[in-house]
Nanobody
Framework: QVQVVESGGGLVQPGGSLRLSCAASGFIVSIYRMAWYRQAPQKQRELVAF???????HYTNSVKERFTISRDNANNTVYLQMNSLKPEDTAVYYC?????????WGQGTQVTVSS
């Protein structure tokens, strides 16, 4: 069964850091484009970052220079390192893969940036 499970969210003060994890099962992360999305309250889900099988990465403008997406092939896991967090980064963060023509989503992990 193809599945992704996010973890690592929590409450952090502005300027702090978090690392989100996306543990994959049923497929190999290194041969698919893996992405992180987020959805803030009353807003549409938006793409945050993705990494391709060739390790090309892309970031939405609002997180460039602050977030880093990476992949651990040995553990079949994708990470999102988030630094210099801002209150506007508060959202539920989702891992995503397009597998067999279908988008597979996890349950999400809540990130709250607040003092």
């Amino acid at each position: 069964q193809v599945q992704v499970v996010e973890s690592g969210g929590g409450l952090v003060q502005p300027g702090g850091s978090l690392r989100l994890s996306c543990a994959a099962s049923g497929f190999i992360v290194s041969i698919y484009r893996m992405a992180w999305y987020r959805q803030a309250p009353q807003k549409q889900r938006e793409l945050v970052a993705f990494i391709t099988p060739t390790s090309f990465s892309h970031y939405t403008n609002s997180v460039k220079e602050r977030f880093t997406i990476s992949r651990d092939n040995a553990n079949n896991t994708v990470y999102l390192q988030m630094n210099s967090l801002k209150p506007e980064d508060t959202a539920v963060y989702y891992c995503n893969v397009e597998y067999g023509g279908n988008y597979v989503w996890g349950q999400g992990t809540q990130v709250t940036v607040s003092s």
